[in-house]
């Protein structure tokens, strides 16, 4: 059973920067997709970022195209989510999220696993 916690999170002024990371525990972290999602008050949790289990392949949501940036290092079973140029609006609770599998869905439903959440506050 693989587990997840989340780090990183705060409050920011926007135009800030922020590194989430996500530690995995209990798995073999290297065969598993790793994605950030995110879920701000009152609406339902939206995918952000994910990498396939070799890095091979990102991708993000259209809204964080060229601020966030996922990356992961498997020999410290982490994935990180790099945030720059924060704008109000990416303002949630941020979830890692993990597969057994080497693709990428935006789908809640498709991930197995996830974590308990970070809070990212941007202020203006």
């Known amino acids: 059973q693989l587990q997840l916690v989340e780090s990183g999170g705060g409050l920011v002024q926007a135009g800030a920067s922020l590194r989430l990371s996500c530690a995995a525990s209990?798995?073999?972290?290297?065969?598993?997709?790793m994605a950030w999602f995110r879920q701000a008050p009152g609406k339902e949790r939206q995918f952000v970022a994910a990498i396939t289990w070799r890095a091979g392949t990102t991708d993000y949501t259209d809204s964080v195209k060229g601020r966030f940036a996922i990356s992961r290092d498997n020999a410290k079973n982490t994935v990180y989510l790099e945030m720059i140029s924060l704008k109000p609006e990416d303002t949630a609770v941020y979830y890692c999220?993990?597969?057994?599998?080497?693709?990428?869905?935006?789908?809640?439903?498709?991930?197995?696993?996830w974590g308990q959440g970070t809070q990212v506050t941007v202020s203006s």
């Open positions: 999220a993990a597969r057994p599998s080497s693709g990428i869905a935006h789908n809640t439903n498709w991930w197995n696993y």
């Open positions: 209990g798995g073999t972290f290297s065969t598993y997709s």
